[in-house]
């Protein structure tokens, strides 16, 4: 596993990213869980200049129970932690050094689905905490955009890998996943979150 800084701003904006953070096999166990929980991703239904729309990725939510974090209008049903997930969620709260409770999981089944220039709601995490996020199936570019320089990165998140957005990343970078003709090969993405309890 090696270890990149992608971003480490005067601002405080950090993001780190870790290739083959999962080993191959852990990847396929992890890959054949959330296979099976497939029938439990939907569309969500998202509010875009003023009208309803399904979202171009298919999300489904894991979590602590009794937990709440709502995005962009969307309050979700959060699923009980299945191992494998557990599992990664447990290693990655030990190279961020805080705990996770909530995990959005993001399935990209072709290169035509995305998702938008955004940053993520910080106001329901625990102050100070990363957003983890870790890559599995096809490869596809990520980018972070500065929102007052407009300065970007393009990190090319392999499957496997941890990309950690932490300090002051959301409130001066958005991100996006965009569109990728030509790619056919499913990828799932899943940003562990430490949502305040009772938020
Ligand atoms: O799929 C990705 O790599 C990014 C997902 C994301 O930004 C989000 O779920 O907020
Ligand atoms: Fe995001």
């Known amino acids: 596993m090696s270890q990149v800084r992608i971003i480490d701003d005067s601002d405080g904006a950090i993001v780190e990213y870790f290739s083959e953070f999962l080993a191959p096999g852990d990847r396929s166990a992890l890959l054949a869980e959330l296979a099976q929980a497939r029938d439990r991703f939907d569309r969500d239904r ?54 996770f409770n909530y995990a959005l999981v993001n399935l990209y089944q072709t290169g035509d689905d995305y998702i938008g220039w955004h940053a993520d709601k910080v106001s329901d995490l625990v102050a100070g905490s990363s957003i983890a996020s870790l890559s599995l199936g096809a490869v596809r570019p990520f980018q972070l955009r500065h929102k007052s320089s407009s300065a970007t990165h393009e990190v090319m998140l392999a499957s496997g890998s941890l990309l950690v957005m932490r300090g002051t990343c959301q409130q001066f970078y958005k991100h996006s996943l965009p569109r990728r003709r030509g790619v056919t090969e499913p990828r799932f993405n899943i940003t562990f979150r430490h949502v305040r309890s009772g938020g």
């Open 46 to 99: 998202v509010l875009m200049y003023g009208k309803t729309i399904d979202s171009p990725r298919m999300v489904c939510a894991f979590g602590d129970d009794g937990l709440h974090y709502r995005y962009a209008g969307v309050d979700r049903t959060t699923h009980p932690w299945p191992p494998q997930l557990r599992a990664a969620r447990d290693r990655i709260a030990a190279v961020c050094g805080h705990p």
